[in-house]
C-alpha cells in the first residue's frame, strides 16, 4: 500500500472514530431521557448499553489500526 492509501485508511478510521463517538453520545441522551420517565423501558436502555459497548469496541480498534 503506498502513502496515499496509508492516508485514506487512516482518514476512514478517524471518520469511524467520529461516528461512533456520535452514535455513543446519542445513545447516552435517548438513555437519559428513558430514564427521566416514570417507567423506564429497560429493555430498550439495556440494548442501548449493548450497541455502546460495541460502538467503543470499534473506536479502539480504529485507533489500534491508527497506531494509538
Known amino acids: 500500500m503506498g ?3 496509508d492516508f485514506m485508511g ?4 478517524k471518520k469511524a472514530i467520529r461516528s461512533l ?3 455513543i453520545a446519542e445513545h447516552q ?7 427521566e ?3 423506564p423501558d429497560e429493555r430498550l436502555i439495556q440494548h442501548w448499553e449493548t450497541e455502546i459497548h ?3 469496541k470499534g473506536i479502539q480498534q ?3 489500526r491508527l497506531g494509538k
Not at 487512516?10 to 478510521?13: A, D, L, N, P, V
Not at 441522551?29 to 430514564?35: G, I, N
Open 3 to 5: 502513502v496515499c492509501g
Open 10 to 13: 487512516k482518514k476512514k478510521h
Open 21 to 23: 463517538n456520535k452514535r
Open 29 to 35: 441522551e435517548k438513555m437519559r431521557l428513558k430514564y
Open 37 to 39: 420517565k416514570d417507567s
Open 54 to 56: 460495541a460502538f467503543v
Open 62 to 64: 480504529a485507533l489500534k
